[in-house]
């Protein structure tokens, strides 16, 4: 095992001095392993969390526009209750607070009870459940699907509605919809090294990938060869839309599993948005990079998610933290220029092909 690191028991303690020390607008709480916004406001706060090992999930989201706070557990291990709870009342305001949680069941767990513990002391707290990987019904960490990165559009859309003053049952339903209205699929070429074990937590063969894989090392839901960018993205696109094929306008989100070139989550971001215009689709925004990793994997996930005039003011809205950044500018519109879906036929004698010019609303992330 080759890791840039001391001893794996102070890993996420060193990470978290060394995260500040690079955005000294946050500060941590070493003894609750908490990292929150140094700037208090009266407004709605946010908290997620969860283990460590998804950097730059889920601190990397604290700042202005999303979150106040976020707890780090271990790698791959949830906070503990009483961290929840000490976050929980770092961050209280008269609007209460309002926690997004992935679907893991030592995340739900310990969350709601540290929910409980902050009630006890006059805090309002409410929650919303991020369930967003359709790869499985149900897992080894979860009753009910897994909560991925799909989870950041929960984070930058409660973000803005908290940001705007509205109460905490407001900022819930704002949130809610976005949690209800996200789907997400990853797949990985290789498995992650958790620093602690250090061995992979399964093999592939250099031709193998595994489909639908989950955030914590979790096998897909099949082992199978490797695609090209092209076939891979049709793929997830078109199995996303088994699920939800009500959509009918998107943002996007191309998350790496941290060992994927950005050069290829480019490229890819390309199929997944050529193949969702060819199926008729409105495509509003595109955010590619590393937001949610799995250590080391290598490997990605898309994120979809479906959106109103509601939503899409909200993800428009300005968000000034360590890992996204917008500027509060609505979504810049251009022409996207797609070949026919269909494979290339034979030219008809004596008629000049045409190319089949796709237009939507799109814009680049920020």
Do not use: W
Not at 31 to 37: A, D, E, P, T
């Amino acid at each position: 095992m080759k890791k840039l690191i001391n001893n794996p028991e102070n890993l996420v303690v060193e990470m978290c001095k060394g995260f500040v020390l690079a955005h000294p607008e946050l500060t941590f709480t070493e003894s609750h392993k908490i990292i929150s916004r140094k700037q208090k406001h009266n407004n709605v706060a946010l908290i997620s969390g969860g283990g460590s090992g998804h950097e730059p999930a889920h601190a990397g989201f604290v700042g202005t526009g999303m979150l106040d706070a976020a707890v780090c557990g271990d790698v791959f291990a949830s906070p503990s209750q009483i961290q929840v709870y000490k976050a929980l009342q770092h961050v209280a305001t008269d609007k209460g607070v309002l926690m997004i949680i992935k679907n893991y069941s030592g995340d739900m767990m310990n969350f709601q009870n540290g929910a409980a513990l902050a009630a006890e002391d006059g805090i309002k707290v409410d929650y919303v459940k991020v369930a967003d990987d359709i790869a499985v019904k149900d897992s080894l960490y979860t009753v009910g699907r897994r909560g991925v990165a799909g989870t950041i559009f929960v984070h930058k859309i409660a973000g803005a509605a908290a940001s705007k003053g509205l109460e905490l049952a407001q900022v819930k339903a704002v949130a809610q919809k976005a949690a209800d209205n996200v789907i997400s699929l990853g797949f990985a070429y290789t498995s992650c090294t958790v620093p602690a074990k250090g061995t992979p937590t399964f093999t592939l063969a250099d031709d193998e990938m595994e489909y639908g894989v989950g955030i914590h090392g979790e096998p897909g839901i099949r082992r199978e060869k490797i695609l090209p960018s092209k076939e891979m993205a049709q793929r997830m696109v078109d199995d996303l839309f088994l699920d939800r094929p009500d959509m009918q306008e998107v943002a996007v989100l191309v998350n790496g599993f941290g060992s994927t070139p950005m050069q290829e989550l480019y490229v890819f971001n390309n199929d997944v948005c050529e193949h969702l215009a060819r199926k008729g689709i409105k495509i509003y925004r595109t955010f590619v990079g590393n937001y949610m990793t799995s250590i080391d994997m290598n490997g990605a996930s898309v994120s979809l998610l479906a959106v109103d005039d509601e939503l899409k003011g909200y993800l428009d809205a300005e968000a000034n933290t360590p890992a996204f950044k917008l500027d509060g500018s609505p979504a810049l519109p251009f022409e996207f220029a797609a070949q026919d879906a269909v494979a290339k036929k034979p030219p008809i004698p004596k008629l000049k092909p045409k190319l089949n010019m796709l237009k939507f609303r799109m814009s680049n992330s920020r």
